[in-house]
């Protein structure tokens, strides 16, 4: 079982740059796949990024491809999201996931356990 907490949100300007952070408890950690998702008020959660088990596979939403940047640190178990050139639309609550497979893994429902969220606001 992997508990997650997000941290790193805030308030920032258009074109400005946030660090997300999840950090997550049990010995297991470096076994699940993990990703980020976000919601914006009123929409459905939608995938950001992915990340496999050992960092050595990424994958990015068309929305945030080359602004984004997913890592982790399994000796730390935490895992990253480095945000960049932020837009106004990409305001929402950020969620990071963990999942035992990436068979779907832009669909929510593939990841096992989530995080509370952490809310990034862009101002434009």
């Known amino acids: 079982q992997v508990h997650t907490v997000e941290s790193g949100g805030g308030l920032v300007q258009a074109g400005g740059s946030l660090r997300l952070s999840c950090a997550a408890s049990g010995r297991t950690f470096s076994s699940y796949h993990m990703g980020w998702f976000r919601q914006a008020p009123g929409k459905a959660r939608e995938y950001v990024a992915a990340?496999?088990?050992?960092?050595?596979?990424?994958d990015y939403a068309d929305s945030v491809k080359g602004r984004f940047t997913i890592s982790r640190d399994n000796a730390k178990n935490t895992v990253y999201l480095q945000m960049n050139s932020l837009k106004p639309e990409d305001t929402a609550v950020y969620y990071c996931a963990a999942a035992s497979s990436l068979y779907y893994y832009t669909n929510p429902t593939n990841y096992d356990y989530w995080g509370q969220g952490t809310q990034v606001t862009v101002s434009s």
């Open positions: 990340i496999n088990w050992s960092g050595g596979s990424t």
